[in-house]
T-cell receptor, first 114, second 113 residues
Framework: ETGVTQTPRHLVMGMTNKKSLKCEQH?????MYWYKQSAKKPLELMFV???????ENNSVPSRFSPECPNSSHLFLHLHTLQPEDSALYLC?????????????FGEGSWLTVV | DQQVKQNSPSLSVQEGRISILNCDYT??????FLWYKKYPAEGPTFLIS?????DKNEDGRFTVFLNKSAKHLSLHIVPSQPGDSAVYFC????????????FGQGTRLTINP
């Protein structure tokens, strides 16, 4: 139990589908993140939400659309994805503004685009 | 531009011996460093961290050393156990960088019985 839960854990979708990944954190943190991990690449930061406002968008294609309705929930809406978007998508949370910023990850959502 | 580098993609160590994982960074503004451990099909789990005002932090079998002049940190695991077999990620952040974590590529550690 990491305090950050992601659903679904596995998702297979076609290139014309629309789906969403969901994340919930139970740690009382004020920041949430989406990371992407592809094979043989470092973890890539996609989006950062701090106090429910998006403060970072690392040149992510518009087919990925984040939503943060409150400080405990984060979504990643997916539409018209490409096969190269297949990866492990990790949600994370942290308490920004205190010395050191330890990020706690969820278990990830494995996405396969066919 | 890879600001955090783990130059060894893999490491194999005998059970009971010391495992040493290395990490180099280029951004002198980094002031907080972390190690994460990742099992297959799971998210990374936080292991240990160190602030730039320290040069060593110890937690049980895990010790992290920071050499700021060399921009180098290392994770020591002693004694190594089979359950330590995983991928280890080094990460760094800075207040100026809005505390965003920058990760290395990871090192796969295998502990042999």
């Amino acid at each position: 139990e990491t305090g950050v839960t992601q659903t679904p854990r596995h998702l297979v979708m076609g290139m014309t589908n629309k789906k969403s990944l969901k994340c919930e954190q139970h740690l009382g943190h004020n920041a949430m993140y989406w990371y992407k991990q592809s094979a043989k690449k470092p973890l890539e930061l996609m989006f950062v939400y701090s106090l429910e406002e998006r403060v970072e968008n690392n040149s992510v294609p518009s087919r990925f659309s984040p939503e943060c309705p409150n400080s405990s929930h984060l979504f990643l809406h997916l539409h018209t994805l490409q096969p190269e978007d297949s990866a492990l998508y990790l949600c994370a949370s942290s308490q920004q503004g205190i010395p050191g910023n330890t990020i706690y990850f969820g278990e990830g959502s494995w996405l396969t685009v066919v | 531009d890879q600001q955090v580098k783990q130059n060894s993609p893999s490491l194999s160590v005998q059970e009971g011996r010391i495992s040493i994982l290395n990490c180099d960074y280029t951004n002198s503004m980094f002031d907080y460093f972390l190690w994460y451990k990742k099992y297959p099909a799971e998210g990374p789990t936080f292991l240990i961290s160190i602030s730039s005002i320290k040069d060593k932090n110890e937690d049980g079998r895990f010790t992290v050393f920071l050499n700021k002049s060399a921009k180098h940190l290392s994770l020591h695991i002693v004694p190594s156990q089979p359950g330590d077999s995983a991928v280890y990620f080094c990460a760094a952040s800075s207040i100026q960088g809005a505390q965003k974590l920058v990760f290395g590529q990871g090192t796969r550690l295998t502990i042999n019985p």
